[in-house]
């Protein structure tokens, strides 16, 4: 389940992002969102992977706080998400499960 409690995201310009942001996702369920552009759909996702940082609130992904995890527990908890970003970042000449398996290739011995 995903858990969102009060998150919200104040940029150092004083741009507020998020606000006061609470959200319940059980398990399996398949959840679009939606919203005009600058409404902070992407700021909210960087939120739960944490690319960028909440400036209040807890987000908790399953029984573990991403919002308090130490460098190297966050580390291993993205390896268990997806997200494929606006501007893509993928190989054309590769076919989509080319471009999701290559993601593993930092986990495969060189040799």
């Not at 992002?17 to 909210?44: F, H, M, R, W, Y």
């Not at 893509?88 to 495969?108: C, D, H, I, K, Q």
Request: hydrophobic share 40%; net charge positive; proline share 3%.
């Amino acid at each position: 389940m995903l858990r969102l409690e009060h998150p919200s995201k104040r940029y150092k310009t004083g741009d507020l992002a998020l606000t006061n942001v609470s959200l319940e996702i059980p398990d399996g369920q398949l959840v679009a969102l939606i919203g005009p552009s600058g409404a902070g759909k992407s700021t909210l996702i960087r939120c739960v992977n944490r690319l960028v940082e909440a400036t209040e609130g807890k987000i908790h992904l399953g029984d573990r706080e991403i919002t308090a995890l130490s460098t190297g527990d966050l580390r291993r908890a993205r390896r268990r998400m997806g997200m494929i970003f606006q501007e893509y970042a993928l190989v054309e000449r590769l076919t989509v499960m080319e471009n999701v398996l290559s993601g593993r290739l930092g986990y495969v011995n060189f040799w």
